[in-house]
C-alpha cells in the first residue's frame, strides 16, 4: 500500500521569504500523480499544485513550485515570497493511476506553516 | 464556494447515536468521495461513489454506511456513535476518475462531527 510522510509537523516563515515543505511517499507503482493541498483555518481544502510521475519538469504555480524526485520518492513544495494568506495546514497527496479502480488519494498528517509578519 | 455542498457544518450528539451527513457535488460531477480527518489518523479515505455505484471503500467501519442518489447527492451515515468518531468528515467530488489525476477533487467545507 502507498504511504506519504511529512516529516515537519510545523514550519515557520518570515513574511517575503521561502519556505519549503518535505513529502516523502512509498509506492511500487511507475506512474502516478502527487498533489499539494492547503487547508486554511476555514477548514476549506484547496488543490495548490500537481504534478504527474511521468513529467519530469517540476511543477509550477505562481509561488509555489515543487521538487520532485522520482528515484528519491520525494516531492517537496516550495513557497516563495510567503504572504501570510499563505498560513495553513499543508497536506501531500498521492494518487494511484489504475483506471477502474478506485481514485482515492492517500495523505500524509500535514505540516502547519505559519508565517510571521 | 467551491460548489460542493456539505450539510451541517457542525453537528453535536451524543454516544450511540445515529447521524447523516449530506453532500451535494459539483454541477456535472459524477464522483463523491467521502474522507474523515481526526487530529491522529489525519485524512482517511472512507468511501467513493460514481454515478450512484458505490466504487471503492476504504477505512470505513461497519457502523457506518453511505449512499448516492439519483440526483447524484450523497449521504454518509454514522450509527452507534463513539467518542472516537468525532472528526471533520469532508466530501469531495470530481467529473470522472480521470479529473482526479488532472485537477484533484473538489472539497466542499466538511461537517464538523462532536460525539459526547
Known sequence: ???????????????????????????????????????????????????????????TENRFSVNFQKAAKSFSLKISDSQLGDAAMYFCAYRSPLLGGSEKLVFGKGTKLTVNP | DSGVTQTPKHLIT?????????????????????????LDQGLQFLIQYYNGEERAKGNI??????????????????????????????????????????????????????VV
Open chain 1, 1 to 59: 500500500a502507498q504511504t506519504v510522510t511529512q516529516s515537519q509537523p510545523e514550519m515557520s516563515v518570515q513574511e517575503a521569504e521561502t519556505v519549503t515543505l518535505s513529502c516523502t511517499y512509498d509506492t511500487s507503482e511507475s506512474d502516478y500523480y502527487l498533489f499539494w493541498y492547503k487547508q486554511p483555518p476555514s477548514r476549506q481544502m484547496i488543490l495548490v499544485i500537481r504534478q504527474e510521475a511521468y513529467k519530469q519538469q517540476n511543477a
Open chain 2, 14 to 38: 451524543a454516544t450511540g447515536q445515529r447521524v447523516t451527513l449530506r453532500c451535494s457535488p459539483r454541477s456535472g460531477d459524477l464522483s463523491v468521495y467521502w474522507y474523515q480527518q481526526s
Open chain 2, 61 to 114: 467501519l461497519e457502523r457506518f454506511s453511505a449512499q448516492q442518489f439519483p440526483d447524484l447527492h450523497s449521504e454518509l451515515n454514522l450509527s452507534s456513535l463513539e467518542l472516537g468518531d468525532s472528526a471533520l468528515y469532508f466530501c469531495a467530488s470530481s467529473v470522472s476518475p480521470e479529473q482526479v489525476s488532472q485537477g484533484g477533487y473538489t472539497f466542499g467545507s466538511g461537517t464538523r462531527l462532536t
